[in-house]
């Protein structure tokens, strides 16, 4: 870990405990107050101009914690906006969201929903915002929309109650020089940007909180006793953290690197860098969040143990952004055919 | 780490030209059902050529040929060495990592000067640790190095020594004493092969081919000057060298393997399975576990580098690529259907993805088993990144009949 790192997680975690227990809309003045909604804007606009490894490290300290925070609604709309054609109206949303006004956003691959009428799902936010940031893939477009009485928005209880998510009908949002930012070929980027910056932030989560659920199993099997010894005396479980652990290991150095590489130089592969990092990343987690369970014993079915939320948040990280299978074909079909150039 | 980019440039555009210009032509067909005289000879060739150049020892460091090179010169050099696919060095394997890395760390300035210069000018080195009864168990080591005055006098048997049968030096682990700790009665020795006394049998592997050998010592006679550390001692000498095979060396195999990867998407379309989505899931998934494998080992040699490699460090790299290995020449094999069952001559020096996949995936057992199993980096990655508890030592069968 770089100093820089090593200081910013440090704050982060701080930050993080303290507004564990606040009110949400409290806890959000104070982590705009720190700045984390203006991370990643452009200094002009207000803006720290952090990079995507910085967020990495922001959204591994929030799984670590299970945080609620819509940091990630926020830092996607900015690199969405940030990847569009600079217009009075883009720099305006820019400008108030890193000052610290919230969004609606999906944290779902704009390819995966939108063909299936105009609805967004997995949007976070919705609840708290007065506008939508709208990415469609198909048209492709960029808008923002007021959560006006043209958009139907419904809760969608979750099992991870770490979250909220909603559904919003958009069919008769109005789609105009008020509210589209970018459309056609102008507004591919952004979606890059979009995709990239989701897989990345979900697959930073996860690896945040499998870290963070397997020190608690290791714990739990270093602190509990049977057949007159701690239970993380026997091969066949320290052989499963063995694996548990190069597994999370491994999701972390690749997501690191591939952010890194996005970092350097942003381009079309981005897409696939970041997908390959959620897959590996979701997958760690749920492996991790599977065998906690297991490991922490019958404790791991009260609702009092932490244990199953990691493995509720682990669930439904799967789902969120692109499914790891998919992001996976992806791959393969983009390594293919950068064989066949 | 950072290199300017025109420099990093300029290093890539020379290694890149120097192989296109001195690399074997053919060698994959010529290396095909080879003798393993043919194979040795033209591996004595590519290594000199190779340390000629400078690009057989960035590893090293500076003042030695292509030494001194911080982790993104590596990266280049393995990046286009793999580009190239030129052959791997397999017959210098213990010489270049784990002989050079034990010797860098342990030896006196008069050791490491001889014996590194040896290795420059085709010196091929092996590794007398294993016995039939000290496996996974590696402190059991029965070869006994009896002191008389100035020399060892040694006796026992080593296995699984990788090229033996062509080694002019042995890195050898002994027991010295039989008193306290197992660790505490070893000693480790460079062991002369062409000496007297020293036998060496090749053993007949699953593939067809004799990577492997057992070495007999019957009073060997080995000076006192050739020792690695105190007499005593030689279970943490052992320790570097086991760290360089399990870190350091996949440096350059995580990039042979990316280089390799477009085998198996050849493989595909071959035999027309490029729509079908289970085998793109894994190919996908594949590809981007070895990026994974890569910023791992990545990583390791940059903590080295940096003086911060933690005990385990190795391990979780070793175990990663293990299992990459096993997928990837798993997945080859699935691909290739019944005809990966028809049995064909194996390419010699084509590192661990030659595209013969039945010989690939037999050979993969080679990383999960050598160099310390699977089951032993699990034990360490649990005990020393995980500081998990060792179990009791003292052990006896049911009914105390042991």
Not at chain 1, 31 to 38: E, Q, S, V
């Amino acid at each position: 870990m770089s100093i820089e790192q090593t200081e910013l997680c440090e704050a982060a975690r701080k930050l993080l405990a303290d507004i564990a227990t606040m009110h949400p809309d409290e806890a959000w003045r104070r982590l705009t107050a720190a700045g984390w909604p203006a991370l990643t804007a452009p200094e002009p606009l207000g803006g720290l101009a952090q990079n995507l490894t910085a967020c990495c490290w922001l959204y591994m300290e929030m799984g670590r914690v299970l945080s609620p925070a819509l940091l990630p609604a926020s830092l996607l709309a900015i690199a969405t906006l940030t990847a569009c054609a600079a217009s009075p109206v883009r720099d305006a949303w820019i400008e108030r969201i890193a000052g610290g006004e919230r969004l609606a956003v999906s944290l779902r691959d704009p390819s995966q929903d939108f063909a299936q009428g105009h609805r967004l799902r997995a949007v976070i936010g919705a609840d708290c915002a007065g506008h939508a940031l709208v990415v469609i893939a198909g048209e492709p477009l960029v808008a923002v929309v007021p959560l006006d009485r043209d958009v139907l928005c419904v809760a969608r209880p979750t099992w991870d109650t770490t979250r909220t998510l909603f559904d919003l009908d958009i069919s008769n949002a109005h789609f105009d020089t008020a509210t589209v930012i970018a459309r056609g070929a102008a507004a591919e980027a952004a979606l890059d940007a979009f995709s990239i910056h989701l897989h990345v932030a979900i697959a930073a989560d996860c690896v945040g909180a499998a870290g963070k659920i397997l020190d608690e199993t290791v714990t739990h099997l270093k602190n509990r006793r049977q057949f007159d010894r701690p239970l993380a005396m026997f091969q066949a479980l320290k052989h499963r953290c063995a694996d548990l652990k190069t597994a999370v290991v491994a999701a972390e150095a690749l997501l690191l690197h591939y952010v890194a590489d996005i970092d350097a130089r942003p381009c079309a592969e981005g897409v696939l860098l970041a997908k390959g990092a959620k897959s590996i990343a979701s997958s760690a987690f749920r492996a991790i969040a599977e065998d906690a369970m297991q490991l922490h014993g019958g404790m791991a079915m009260a609702v009092e143990h932490p244990c199953h939320l990691y493995l509720k948040r682990a669930l439904l990280n799967e789902q969120l952004a692109s499914l790891g299978d998919e992001c996976d074909i992806a791959v393969a079909r983009g390594f293919i055919s950068s064989l066949a150039a | 780490m950072t290199i300017l980019p025109d420099r990093a440039e300029l290093l890539r555009h020379d290694v890149r030209v120097w192989l296109a210009a001195n690399m074997p032509t053919n060698w994959r067909a010529a290396m095909t059902g080879c003798s393993q005289e043919r194979f040795v000879a033209a591996q004595r060739d590519w290594f000199s050529k190779m340390v000629a150049a400078g690009y057989a020892t960035p590893h090293w460091p500076a003042g030695w040929p292509g030494g001194g090179q911080g982790l993104a010169e590596q990266s280049i050099i393995y990046e286009e060495i793999a580009r190239a696919d030129a052959p791997r060095l397999i017959l210098y394997f213990v010489s270049l990592y784990h002989a050079a890395s034990t010797l860098l760390e342990w030896a006196t300035k008069e050791q490491a000067t001889q014996h590194l210069s040896g290795i420059l000018r085709g010196e091929i080195w092996c590794q007398g640790f294993s016995e039939p009864g000290a496996g996974s168990d590696l402190a059991a080591v029965r070869t006994r190095g009896e002191r008389r005055g100035d020399v060892y006098v040694v006796t026992g048997q080593k296995i699984w020594s990788t090229m033996a049968q062509y080694a002019d030096k042995c890195l050898l682990l002994v027991r010295t004493s039989s008193e306290g700790a197992k660790q505490a009665g070893l000693t480790f020795l460079i062991m002369d092969m062409k000496g007297p006394n020293v036998t060496v049998r090749p053993i007949r592997q699953i593939t067809g081919d004799e990577e492997f050998a057992e070495i007999f010592m019957d009073g060997v006679v080995i000076p006192v000057e050739n020792r690695l550390g105190e007499e005593g001692g030689g279970w943490g000498v052992a320790q570097s060298t086991l760290a360089s095979e399990r870190g350091l060396t996949l440096m350059e195999l995580g990039r042979r393997m990316r280089g390799g990867l477009w085998r198996i998407a050849s493989e595909m379309v071959q035999t027309g399975c490029t729509e079908d989505p289970l085998i793109l899931r894994e190919l996908g998934r594949l590809r981007t576990q070895i990026d994974a494998l890569v910023a791992l080992s990545d990583g390791f040699l940059k903590r080295r580098i940096a003086g911060e490699e933690r005990a385990g460090d190795a391990s979780v790299v070793k175990l990663y690529y293990a299992r990459v290995l096993r997928a990837y020449t798993s997945l080859g094999l699935r691909i290739s259907g019944l005809a990966g069952q028809y049995r064909e001559d194996f390419t010699s020096g084509g590192s661990q993805e030659t595209g013969n996949w039945a010989v690939d995936f037999m050979n993969s057992y080679a990383w999960s088993i050598a160099g310390g199993s699977d089951e032993i980096q699990r034990n360490i990655i649990a005990e020393r990144l995980l500081d998990m508890p060792r179990e009791p030592k003292a052990w006896r069968l049911a009914g105390g009949a042991g």
